[in-house]
T-cell receptor
Framework: NAGVTQTPKFRVLKTGQSMTLLCAQDMNHEYMYWYRQDPGMGLRLIHYSVGEGTTAKGEVPDGYNVSRLKKQNFLLGLESAAPSQTSVYFC??????????FGDGTRLSIL | AQKVTQAQTEISVVEKEDVTLDCVYETRDTTYYLFWYKQPPSGELVFLIRRNSFDEQNEISGRYSWNFQKSTSSFNFTITASQVVDSAVYFCALSESKNTGGFKTIFGAGTRLFVKA
C-alpha cells in the first residue's frame, strides 16, 4: 500500500544549488500536485498536472519547474535554490475532483 | 476569485468539550467541492470529508459533523466531546474546475486545535 511516495524526505541545500524532488504514485491517478507548506500559510499550490505530459501553474510557481513524463511520476525542480524556498513540500494525487492522497512530505532547508 | 478563510488560527479546549472550526470560502463557480483534511503532529495529511456544491446536507461521522451553508459560503466542522487525539491542524479546502482542465485546489491557512486532558 505505497500510495504516494516522496523522495527525499529531508534535504539541506546551499543557495544557488539545484535539486529535484520526486513524487511517485501507484493508484493510477491522472491528477498530481505539488504544494509547499509554510507556518501560518497552509498549503499553497505550486504546480499541478492533469495527465502525462501536461503541467499547469498554481498559486506560487515562480522558481520551480515540473515535469510529468510518466503518469505515475511528478518531478519538482529547483534550478537555483533560494532561502525563501525553505519549506515542507507535499505531493498529492487524485482522481479528478476526488480527495487528494498526500505523500509524507519533504523537508527542505536552504542555507 | 478562489479563496478559503479559516479565521481561527489556534483553538484550545479541554477534553470532552465540543469545538467548531470555521471555514468560509469564495468562489464564482456554481460547481465546486469542499474538503476538510487533518494534519496530526506526525505531519501527514488525512482526508476527512468531501462535499460538492449541490449537496447541502449536513453530515455526521461519529464525533465529527459538518455544516455546509451555501447562503453564508461556510463549511464548518464540529468535533463533539473532543479527545486528546483530536489535537492537530485542520485544513479546509476548495476545489474548482479550470478551463485548462483539472481541478485547482486552494487550502485555507489551517486551524491548530489543542485538546488538553
Amino acid at each position: 500500500n505505497a500510495g504516494v511516495t516522496q523522495t527525499p524526505k529531508f534535504r539541506v541545500l546551499k543557495t544557488g544549488q539545484s535539486m529535484t524532488l520526486l513524487c511517485a504514485q501507484d493508484m493510477n491517478h491522472e491528477y498530481m500536485y505539488w504544494y509547499r507548506q509554510d507556518p501560518g500559510m497552509g498549503l499553497r499550490l505550486i504546480h499541478y498536472s492533469v495527465g502525462e505530459g501536461t503541467t499547469a501553474k498554481g498559486e506560487v510557481p515562480d522558481g520551480y519547474n515540473v515535469s510529468r513524463l510518466k503518469k505515475q511520476n511528478f518531478l519538482l525542480g529547483l534550478e537555483s535554490a533560494a532561502p525563501s524556498q525553505t519549506s515542507v513540500y507535499f505531493c498529492a494525487s487524485s482522481y479528478k475532483d476526488q480527495p487528494q492522497h498526500f505523500g509524507d512530505g519533504t523537508r527542505l532547508s536552504i542555507l | 476569485a478562489q479563496k478559503v478563510t479559516q479565521a481561527q488560527t489556534e483553538i484550545s479546549v479541554v477534553e470532552k468539550e465540543d469545538v467548531t472550526l470555521d471555514c468560509v470560502y469564495e468562489t464564482r463557480d456554481t460547481t465546486y467541492y469542499l474538503f476538510w483534511y487533518k494534519q496530526p503532529p506526525s505531519g501527514e495529511l488525512v482526508f476527512l470529508i468531501r462535499r460538492n456544491s449541490f449537496d447541502e446536507q449536513n453530515e455526521i461521522s461519529g464525533r465529527y459533523s459538518w455544516n455546509f451553508q451555501k447562503s453564508t459560503s461556510s463549511f464548518n466542522f464540529t468535533i463533539t466531546a473532543s479527545q486528546v487525539v483530536d489535537s492537530a491542524v485542520y485544513f479546509c479546502a476548495l476545489s474548482e474546475s479550470k478551463n485548462t482542465g483539472g481541478f485547482k485546489t486552494i487550502f485555507g491557512a489551517g486551524t491548530r486545535l489543542f485538546v488538553k486532558a
